[in-house]
């Protein structure tokens, strides 16, 4: 799917000469698995959407309902085909998915918890090969699993999911010793061990504005890759206790 | 199943490379706050700088500049301030973009808008509070052509007093 891009730019590389060394230090090597199937309606897709800009269609921002809508309807579909079978490509079978899901519900202590899957995708945390699979449960929380190990990498409200921001009464509010104690638990329920291994860690404790409060440990053992962050561990709590977000970027 | 191993870059990439602008590696592009590939908008005196924060301020030392911005949110109808990253690397295939949410002044719901497919829009609802120096992905699936990103200050949640967080974006394929 990114062939003519590859070719015009290892072309475009191979001619920068003196940058490329600087180039090297933030490159990522990628292998990207593509059937050719899923190649081809890419570029059926960037062929139809030159066609229609050459016949003078504008952006769907702009043209509203205007004589290009059919056109970038079409456009629409033709894209959510490639990027279904693109991600069809590449996601573990629904079977193999069954241990994330497990995942999932025994991180939230649900066993009911009604979880989709919606995409797989590259870690933003890891450079490099390494992908999430993203899932959503019902409440409006998205969940990042690390397919190659079924574990959780981080959770929390995903975008467009939980438009509406929460809140903890003030008379729920707990104190933040409790906090504290509630965020352990929960990596020692996720990270057996976790409190013999915190001590090698560096810890940080926040909050924003007391309404969500951040517990964080970070790796800073190892110097980290230039372009990824050390792996840390966070939970965050609302004041009230509940869950904020979760996020794992430790377990190997 | 095919595999390729390559290399994606141009001589424009190698360029802002060159000059610490923003970073591309294979199949990831970092646009930093600040960088080439940002615009942003709006009064400056409501523009809010925070020095050694956020990605490029707290993590990424090749990155500049090192620092996160923020504005309050506007509870009118449109924004007063926003900011628009460019990624000159889109390609037509499934790529994702991720914001990165800075530890401090990120406790808004944020608008984000993204273009895509050659003149869609996306846009979701991302609510930064919850988040403390990492990576959220604005769209759980992929988008082809993902050549821009709006974030406005514009919000019907929370109070005035919340603080909209423009810091990197990341595209990855």
């Known amino acids: 799917m990114r062939s003519p891009k590859i070719l015009f730019a290892l072309g475009m590389l191979a001619a920068a000469g003196v940058a490329a060394t600087a180039l090297a230090a933030h490159a990522e090597r990628r292998a990207i698995p593509v059937a050719e199937a899923v190649r081809a309606m890419f570029a059926d897709l960037e062929t139809a959407a030159k066609r229609e800009q050459a016949r003078g269609c504008p952006d769907s921002g702009a043209s509203g309902d205007g004589p290009c809508a059919a056109a970038r309807a079409k456009l629409d579909a033709m894209h959510d085909d490639a990027v279904n079978a693109a991600d069809a490509a590449i996601a573990r079978p629904a079977t193999e998915r069954a241990a994330a ?3 999932i519900r025994a991180f939230r202590t649900n066993d009911w918890l009604e979880v989709d899957y919606r995409s797989t995708s590259p870690n933003p945390y890891k450079d490099g090969e390494e992908k999430i699979e993203i899932y959503a449960d019902d409440k409006g929380f998205e969940y990042w699993i690390d397919p190659a190990r079924d574990v959780l990498v981080q959770a929390g409200p995903g975008a467009g999911l939980h438009p509406a921001p929460r809140k903890a009464r003030p008379d729920a509010r707990l104190p933040v010793p409790e906090l504290r104690s ?4 929960i990596l020692e329920r996720q990270m057996p061990g976790f409190g013999k291994r915190k ?5 940080l404790e926040d909050h924003k504005d007391k309404l969500v409060y951040f517990f964080r440990w970070d790796d800073f053992s190892q110097p980290a890759k230039e372009s990824e962050m050390p792996p840390f561990v ?3 709590l609302y004041a009230d206790g509940e869950l904020a977000s979760y996020t794992d970027t430790l377990t190997r | 199943m095919p595999r390729f191993r390559t290399i994606i870059a141009s001589a424009a990439a190698a360029l802002a ?16 706050n600040g960088g080439q590939n940002f615009t942003a908008s709006g009064p400056s005196a409501y523009w809010h700088y925070d020095q050694g924060q956020g990605y490029c301020g707290h993590y990424a030392t090749w990155c500049s500049p090192a620092n996160a911005q923020w504005t309050y949110v506007n509870h009118a109808y449109g924004d007063v301030n926003s900011a628009t990253w460019r990624n000159p690397y889109a390609v037509s295939a499934p790529e994702f973009a991720s914001a990165f949410i800075p530890a401090r002044n990120a406790t808004a ?5 993204l273009r895509y497919n050659y003149g869609s829009y996306w846009s979701r609802d991302v609510d930064q509070r919850p988040f403390y120096d990492q990576w959220v992905r ?6 082809a052509m993902l050549d821009t990103v709006m974030l406005g200050d514009q919000s019907w949640y929370g109070t005035a007093s919340d603080k909209v967080a423009f810091d990197e974006i990341k595209i990855e394929n």
Not at chain 2, 17 to 32: K, S
Not at chain 2, 109 to 113: D, I, L, P
């Open chain 1, 101 to 103: 899901i497990a995942a």
């Open chain 1, 182 to 185: 509630r965020a352990l638990a």
């Open chain 1, 199 to 203: 001590s090698s860690l560096h810890p």
């Open chain 1, 234 to 236: 966070q939970v965050a």
């Open chain 2, 17 to 32: 490379l060159a000059t610490a602008a923003p970073a591309l590696a294979v199949g990831t592009v970092t646009m930093a």
């Open chain 2, 109 to 113: 719901t944020a608008h984000y808008t």
């Open chain 2, 138 to 143: 604005i769209n759980a699936t992929g988008l």
